[in-house]
């Protein structure tokens, strides 16, 4: 990408505040023709011009990233209570929305994990900023009247800065306002575990505002992390916020309680939740708890039912299905891909192993539908060779550093029981080093952020991932003490390691934590760090909704095999039209066929 000299331009939305709030919406407002002066478009793909800074993928396995997010992990356990908004927003207005249908139907869009790199992120923005898509299996699907976006908006943490870069900025710039005379499309989220590492503070502030409620062309309606939205024909979205998969606030309890009054007997409701605990209830039978007593205590009694409940949080698309409800994964939205190959072929929901005393009754649901299938992602896995080194340099260089100091504290010992008396090596205590790489192989097989409790296997395979690093620095060692290094004076030989060993040692060490990866990710260990330590940005997804007038919801699991990477600023356009045109084609298709629920 080439920036073009040119004189900054306001970034801003031209087109102003939309209303917002509660009451039936149909179209939404309206727009008037702006002035021409309001018409500035970026010439170029200048930060300055845009307002906002593309951003790369972020490199989840750099070595201050790990530590930060283990830290957060660890902070967000110990005090999150304290860090929880949520019983605040009461004093917030508890409005429950209403949006009717457009021309007899009302269309659906649902993203969730985009707020990761430009590339991928804008890909999927610009798709579904379009007024219409053209996909391979469906024909032409109009736009959403909403968007709902479904956690993890912003990675690696929630910052004003990193939403303006990574999720509002992007967006803005796929569509910067609507056409004259037609309405805007309302735009609802929910927090994922991301939006949380800052206790919501910079995700109330963007998606729950009292003013200037619009994001580029659409609007924001939602005054909490958690929203009731009654829709046409008998169906209603309910969103609700878990904060890290623990107990729904009482707040939160009452404005559904509120929400819930309206529904009737066969009301039906589309359950957005920020995790699929229904899959993770595998590997930790409370992760699903809170999901059913909000099920059980708020949506049950009034005779209403949830034939679909969907969520984000994995990077992929998948569904599980039984004749009464839908259970549905799409987390495809511009973060890294999650591997799809390891997904349980049968689930039982709620989870045989609860402790919950009132469970609802278990039912058996099968795997309906993945993107990437199967096979597909086993491939990705074996990717992992050559993307670990690259998309994460930093991780190549800590283990690089981590293997010079454990040859040379080897390479001391096997000297000093040659020569007692040969002081010339750097002095490292062997049994330190040895400690220390066993000890980070047994956290790495189970990192803090990794849900679900440790097994044998994770001890297993992280000790055997440890003591092959120490193997790699003896044999290393060796190698060593037969180079010229070695016999110059001191500290020579210790700078020579640095500079010689240490990178060729990192790049040896990550190829083989890269067996490790897809050794650990066939007994479903490390399967996250052996996709997050990709990056991969292509198989890309979003779902696409159509309420009909005869009252049927249609799912349209809309697929994006390969990502642009390449754009250009259109400054020309027409001042709705992307600000950001790709080079490349976007080609969609249907994941799998369209699903219709009656």
Same mark, same amino acid.
């Given at each position: 990408?080439?920036? /073009? ?17 509660? #009451? ?7 727009d008037p023709a702006p002035p021409a002066a309001e018409h500035h478009r970026p010439r170029s793909l200048d930060p300055r011009e845009l307002g906002f800074t593309p951003r790369p993928p972020v490199p989840w396995l750099a070595p201050m990233l790990l530590l930060s997010t283990g830290l957060r992990t660890l902070l967000a356990t110990l005090f999150g209570a304290y860090l929880d908004k949520r019983e605040l927003q009461g004093a917030l207005p508890g409005d429950v929305h209403h949006h009717d249908a457009v021309d007899g139907e009302l269309w659906i869009d649902y993203v969730a994990d985009l707020g990761d790199g430009f590339p991928a992120t ?9 007024? /219409?898509?053209?996909?391979?299996? !469906? *024909? ?41 005379? +037609?309405?805007?499309?309302? @735009? ?57 998969? !623990? ?27 920020? /995790? ?26 009034? #005779? ?9 949080? +994995? =990077? ?15 987390? #495809? ?52 060779? =050559? ?12 283990? *690089? ?10 390479? *001391? ?41 440790? =097994?044998?296997? =994770? ?13 790699? !620095? ?17 500290? @020579? ?8 060993? #240490? ?34 940005? %292509? ?10 007038? %005869?009252?049927?919801?249609? @799912?349209?699991?809309? !697929? ?39």
């Amino acid at each position: 990408m080439t920036d /073009e000299p040119s004189t900054p331009a306001p970034a801003a939305d031209p087109a102003g505040p939309g209303p917002a709030g509660p #009451g039936p919406a149909g179209p939404g407002p309206v727009d008037p023709a702006p002035p021409a002066a309001e018409h500035h478009r970026p010439r170029s793909l200048d930060p300055r011009e845009l307002g906002f800074t593309p951003r790369p993928p972020v490199p989840w396995l750099a070595p201050m990233l790990l530590l930060s997010t283990g830290l957060r992990t660890l902070l967000a356990t110990l005090f999150g209570a304290y860090l929880d908004k949520r019983e605040l927003q009461g004093a917030l207005p508890g409005d429950v929305h209403h949006h009717d249908a457009v021309d007899g139907e009302l269309w659906i869009d649902y993203v969730a994990d985009l707020g990761d790199g430009f590339p991928a992120t804008y890909s999927l923005a610009y798709l579904l900023a379009q007024p /219409e898509l053209d996909v391979d299996g !469906a *024909g032409r699907l109009r736009r959403g009247d909403l968007l709902v976006m479904g956690g993890d908006q912003v990675y690696p943490a929630a910052s004003g800065e990193a939403y303006e870069d990574r999720s509002k900025g992007p967006y803005q710039a796929a569509f910067p306002k609507p056409p004259v005379g +037609q309405p805007r499309p309302t @735009l609802y989220a929910i927090p994922g575990n991301h939006d949380w590492y800052d206790g919501l503070t910079a995700f109330l502030r963007l998606f729950a505002r009292r003013r200037d409620a619009t994001i580029g062309g659409w609007r924001t309606e939602q005054k909490r992390s958690y929203f009731a939205t009654r829709l046409p024909n008998d169906w209603w979205l309910f969103a609700i916020d878990e904060q890290f998969g !623990a107990y729904l606030d009482d707040p939160q309890l009452i404005y559904f309680e509120k929400a819930a009054e309206q529904l009737k007997p066969g009301d039906r409701v589309i359950l957005a939740v920020p /995790e699929p605990t229904w899959v993770k209830a595998v590997g930790d039978p409370q992760a699903y708890d809170a999901v059913d007593y909000f099920l059980r205590t708020v949506i049950e009694p009034t #005779g209403a039912r949830v034939p679909l409940m969907i969520s984000g949080d +994995q =990077h992929h698309y998948a569904r599980y299905a039984n004749p009464d409800r839908q259970l549905i994964t799409c987390g #495809g939205g511009g973060a890294y891909l999650s591997a799809t190959h390891k997904l349980p072929e049968r689930i039982t929901v709620p989870p045989v192993d609860t402790l919950a005393r009132n469970a609802s009754p278990q039912r058996d649901y099968e795997l309906a539908g993945r993107y990437p299938d199967a096979a597909r992602s086993r491939r990705y896995s074996w990717g992992i060779f =050559h993307r670990l080194p690259r998309r994460n340099p930093g991780f190549a260089t800590l283990l *690089g550093t981590l293997q010079t100091l454990l040859m040379l504290a080897v390479a *001391g010992v096997i000297v000093s029981w040659a020569d007692p008396d040969n002081q010339r090596l750097f002095s490292i205590p062997l049994v330190a080093m040895v400690v220390l790489t066993l000890a980070a192989s047994v956290v790495f097989a189970k990192p803090p952020s990794a849900s679900g409790a440790r =097994h044998s296997r =994770h001890w297993l395979l992280g000790l055997g991932h440890g003591v092959a690093h120490i193997a790699l !620095a003896w044999v290393g060692a060796l190698i060593w003490l037969e180079l010229p290094f070695v016999d110059w004076p001191w500290p @020579l030989p210790v700078v020579a390691a640095a500079v010689v060993y #240490g990178p060729v040692a990192g790049l040896v060490a990550s190829q083989l934590t890269a067996g490790y990866l897809v050794l650990a990710g066939a007994f479903d260990v490390n399967l996250n760090e052996l996709f997050a330590g990709q990056g991969i940005e %292509d198989s890309k997804c979003f779902i696409r909704m159509r309420i009909a007038a %005869d009252g049927s919801l249609t @799912l349209y699991p809309v !697929a994006v095999d390969r990502v642009c990477r390449r754009w250009r600023a259109d400054p020309q356009a027409p001042a709705h039209a992307p600000w950001i045109v790709p080079e490349q084609p976007l080609a969609t298709r249907l994941a799998e066929e369209p699903i219709t629920i009656r």
